[in-house]
């Protein structure tokens, strides 16, 4: 029987990060970006990773944490392994460090899945900002030409109301 471990799921994570995040950086085909953007703003599965994604980064924090403290026992416990014997080498020294190795590259990996999670947490915050802007701009141009347009089309009428003597111009001729 095989068992994850607390690790394969972070690596796991942060290789799925790093993925996102590449595909977010990478300069994609023209109309890709868009629609991958659209996709992340509109789709209810991706609101509901983004709501997950925040605790995420509490678990990794803490994981991060953690990671640390348990290389510094490590540190210290190779500390004390060298003044007991003399900075000689031996099997439970050896085994000590080993655990060491591993716990600091939990802190990098912990640190780096932070990292990438923050990053995409505050991208996604980004992207649902840039369409609420987006939308609002869309809304008020809407109004803007509607506005514009009434005030062309009185300042026409008007002059029609205004000069209904003036002969009719060669294009006015042709529509009639």
Do not use: C
């Amino acid at each position: 029987m095989y068992i994850i471990t607390i690790n394969q799921i972070t690596f796991g994570v942060a290789l799925l990060e790093l993925l996102v995040s590449v595909l977010f950086i990478a300069p994609l085909p023209k109309g890709w970006k868009p629609a991958l953007l659209r996709f992340v703003e509109e789709s209810p599965t991706m609101k509901k990773v983004m709501e997950y994604q925040k605790f995420i980064i509490f678990i990794v924090a803490l994981q991060w944490i953690y990671s640390i403290k348990i290389a510094a026992d490590y540190q210290e416990q190779h500390q004390i392994e060298r003044e007991t014997y003399f900075n000689a080498v031996n099997a439970r020294d050896l085994h000590i460090l080993e655990k060491k190795f591993a716990a600091e590259g939990d802190i990098y990996l912990n640190g780096t899945l932070l990292f990438v999670s923050v990053f995409i947490n505050r991208l996604f915050d980004l992207l649902q900002y840039y369409y609420q802007i987006k939308q609002l701009s869309e809304i008020e141009l809407k109004v803007n030409l509607s506005d514009d347009i009434k005030k062309i089309l009185d300042t026409i009428q008007k002059e029609q109301h205004d000069n209904p003597s003036q002969p009719k111009s060669k294009e006015q001729k042709k529509n009639d």
